[in-house]
Each structure stands twice: as C-alpha cells, then as structure tokens.
C-alpha cells in the first residue's frame, strides 16, 4: 500500500507541476526534504535515546512486570470470559496486559511481541480458529483505539520545529485518549451483547 | 484547564522520578541499563533515517507542485462546514494508514504553521490519540490466521474518529 501511496505522491506532484507551471521549485523542494530529514533525525536520537534509555530501566528493575500485574484485575473486566479458560486464559491475560502497559507507556516496539502472543493464547482457546472471537476483538478495538499516555515522538518533533512549550500537548493527548478509548470499549460492549448471545 | 497544562508539564520529569527510584530500590545498576536501553533507541532512529528521507522528498514534491492546495481547496467547503481545519485532513485521513507517512505530513503542517498554532497545537493532540489502524490490524489477524474479523474494524475506525472529534473539540476549547 506504502508503495503506491509513495509512487502517487511523487507522479501527481511532476504532473500537476507541469501542468500548472510550478516545476521550478520542485528539485529544490525534493532537495531541501531530504536534507531536512536528516536533521530531523540528528535531534530524534537524542530525545528517542533518553526516553527508550528510562525504559530500560523500568524493564529491568521490573517496574513494567509490576505494573502489568497491577493492571489485571481491571482488564478482568474487559474479558470477563478469559479466566474460566485456566492456564492459558490466564497467559493471554498476562499478555495483554504487558502489550497494555507497553501501549501506555508509549513502547510500540515493547508492544508488538507480547501482543502477537496474547493473539496465539486467545486463537488456542478460539473455537472458530478463522474467525476472530469476542476476546480478540475486545483486545484488537483497545489496542487500536490509541492508549499512549506521553506521546514522546510528537514532543520531540514539536521541540525540532522550535515549539516554546513541546510537552503542553500531553494533557489534552490524555485526555483524547480517554474518550477514543472509551469509545471503543463502549462500542466493543454493544456489539458483544448483539454478537454473542 | 490548569491542571491540564500542570499534567503536561509534570507527567515526564514524574515518569523519570518514578523510574530512577524504582530502579535504587530494586538495586538495578541504572546508568548501565540506561546507556543500553538508548543505544537500542539509537538504532531505533537511525533505522526510520531512510524512510523519513523518502517519505519527506515525496510530500515535499507534491506540497511544490500546488497539486496538495489544490485537493484540499475542493475539500474545504466541507471543512469549513464541520468545522474542521482543511489543512489537516490529508494527515488525518493518511494517520491511519502509515506512520511514518503521517509523521511526514506533520512535520510539514509543523513547517508551514508551526508546532505552536492551532492547527500545530489541533494535529500534535490527534496524532497522540490515534493509531495505524489498519497496519497494526492485519498484522496481528495474520499472525494467527483469522479472516473473519467481525466489528474489530468498525471498532477501530469509530474509536479513532472519537479520537480526532475530541482532539478538535479540546483545541477548539483550550488554543482558539
């Protein structure tokens, strides 16, 4: 998909320049992008470093274990079926919530692997293994209705694009968040009771 | 709206006090895991280098050209109709298609406007409270072979559009 969307992007940019008479300014424009990204990147690693610097930390002393324990009594109530499917409902319990806490803390690539195994512990117990069961579409609509806490990447790009305030964004983020969430468990909770019944 | 900004401005410096201490207590050797943890960002970085190279000259191709005021101007009426600022819809529809082709589109309002005006300040909270949707769908309906993935989309798309609805109403409440 990345790769029309790409192509697209180049091919309509030289035609319409053409058409409409703007192709002086699209070498320099292609130039000056490409040299701009780098140094986009100079000042992401330092702000990328430190933050995935902290985490490793958090991994370590086993703060982020700590924390996904914390949270399971409450994710509880999101697979209130999971826990009578013994070990291995509670193993894609104890995924879900790291891939929970991963997505909160803002560790997208912490939160892939624990992810991808919660989604083989609820396909063992699934007894339609083509189609997705109430618990993976719970996990799914949560996962993707965004649940990042500090957005550490915005915050950085803010800083490069000299922002006077960069973290301002973190509260009302939060506070999108909630509602995206929340949304989407709403929504999962409606259509379980029509689905499932 | 105070507590919000104190939130803002807490929430980092509160992450590392918790993080460091936690690590004293727990006796990790901090600074060591520190250094390797970053190291991993480093290359975390260094492997977006290339795709950011790409996807910048693309956009900045196509900003150029005048063709990207020229799909927006056909879509403004709308816009304006829903209140929704025009220069923001190529980001949020491409949002949930790729990443790193919407971080492209961000750091290009970011240019244009800059980080700090409403729309800066409207796309920096959607982007914190929306996902790849579609990415991160499929990679994980394919890691165990389901087809049939019921409401999962539906969910999805309508908790993203309450993502973008309440970032607009926030800006809307808190920058205008």
């Given at each position: 998909?990345?790769?029309?969307?790409?192509a697209?992007?180049?091919?309509?940019?030289?035609?319409?320049?053409?058409?409409?008479?703007?192709?002086?300014?699209?070498?320099?424009?292609?130039?000056?992008s490409?040299?701009?990204?780098?140094?986009?990147?100079?000042r992401?690693?330092?702000?990328?470093?430190m933050?995935?610097?902290?985490?490793?930390?958090?991994?370590?002393?086993?703060?982020?274990?700590a924390?996904?324990?914390?949270?399971?009594?409450?994710?509880?109530?999101?697979?209130?079926?999971?826990?009578?499917?013994?070990?291995?409902?509670?193993?894609?319990?104890?995924?879900?919530?790291?891939?929970?806490?991963?997505?909160?803390?803002?560790?997208?690539?912490?939160?892939?692997?624990?992810?991808?195994?919660?989604?083989?512990?609820?396909?063992?117990?699934?007894?339609?293994?083509?189609?997705?069961?109430?618990?993976?579409?719970?996990?799914?609509?949560?996962?993707?209705?965004?649940?990042?806490?500090?957005?550490?990447?915005?915050?950085?790009?803010?800083?490069?694009?000299?922002s006077?305030?960069?973290?301002?964004i973190i509260?009302?983020?939060?506070?999108?968040?909630?509602?995206?969430?929340?949304?989407?468990?709403?929504?999962?909770?409606?259509?379980?009771?029509?689905?499932?019944? | 709206?105070?507590?919000?900004?104190?939130?803002?401005?807490?929430?980092?410096?509160?992450?590392?006090?918790?993080?460091?201490?936690?690590?004293?207590?727990?006796?990790?050797?901090?600074?060591?895991?520190?250094?390797?943890?970053?190291?991993?960002g480093?290359?975390?970085?260094?492997?977006i280098?290339?795709?950011?190279?790409?996807?910048?000259?693309?956009?900045?191709?196509?900003?150029?050209?005048?063709?990207?005021?020229?799909?927006?101007?056909?879509?403004?009426?709308?816009?304006?109709?829903?209140?929704?600022?025009?220069?923001?819809?190529p980001?949020?529809?491409?949002?949930?298609?790729s990443?790193?082709?919407?971080?492209?589109?961000?750091?290009?309002?970011f240019?244009?406007?800059?980080?700090?005006s409403?729309?800066?300040?409207?796309?920096?909270?959607?982007?914190?409270?929306?996902?790849?949707?579609?990415?991160?769908?499929?990679?994980?309906?394919?890691?165990?072979?389901?087809?049939?993935?019921?409401?999962?989309?539906g969910?999805?798309?309508?908790?993203?559009?309450?993502?973008?609805?309440?970032?607009?109403?926030?800006?809307n409440?808190?920058?205008?």
């Amino acid at each position: 998909m990345l790769n029309y969307i790409w192509a697209s992007f180049i091919l309509i940019g030289i035609i319409y320049a053409l058409v409409a008479g703007n192709i002086e300014g699209l070498t320099t424009a292609a130039l000056d992008s490409a040299a701009e990204a780098v140094g986009l990147c100079v000042r992401m690693l330092g702000i990328m470093s430190m933050w995935t610097g902290m985490m490793r930390i958090a991994e370590e002393s086993g703060l982020i274990k700590a924390l996904s324990k914390a949270l399971q009594p409450a994710l509880g109530k999101l697979f209130p079926g999971l826990m009578k499917h013994g070990a291995e409902g509670g193993r894609a319990m104890e995924h879900i919530s790291t891939n929970v806490i991963a997505n909160i803390l803002g560790l997208g690539w912490a939160a892939t692997p624990p992810g991808i195994k919660a989604m083989e512990e609820l396909q063992a117990i699934n007894p339609d293994k083509s189609t997705a069961s109430r618990e993976m579409c719970m996990f799914l609509i949560v996962n993707l209705s965004s649940l990042q806490l500090v957005s550490i990447n915005i915050i950085a790009y803010r800083a490069q694009y000299a922002s006077v305030n960069p973290q301002e964004i973190i509260g009302p983020g939060i506070l999108a968040t909630l509602v995206s969430t929340g949304v989407g468990i709403i929504f999962a909770k409606i259509m379980e009771k029509k689905v499932f019944k | 709206m105070n507590i919000i900004q104190f939130i803002s401005n807490i929430m980092i410096p509160l992450v590392f006090l918790i993080i460091i201490v936690y690590g004293l207590l727990k006796k990790v050797r901090i600074y060591d895991a520190f250094i390797g943890g970053a190291k991993e960002g480093f290359t975390t970085v260094l492997g977006i280098l290339p795709t950011l190279i790409g996807l910048m000259m693309a956009i900045g191709i196509i900003r150029a050209s005048g063709a990207l005021d020229a799909i927006t101007g056909l879509l403004t009426p709308l816009c304006r109709f829903l209140g929704f600022p025009e220069e923001a819809l190529p980001l949020t529809f491409m949002r949930t298609v790729s990443s790193s082709a919407s971080v492209g589109l961000l750091l290009d309002i970011f240019k244009i406007h800059g980080p700090d005006s409403f729309i800066g300040r409207f796309v920096s909270v959607m982007m914190s409270s929306t996902e790849t949707i579609f990415y991160t769908l499929s990679l994980y309906f394919m890691s165990v072979r389901i087809t049939k993935t019921r409401y999962t989309l539906g969910g999805a798309i309508i908790a993203n559009l309450a993502g973008v609805v309440a970032s607009l109403f926030i800006a809307n409440w808190l920058y205008k």
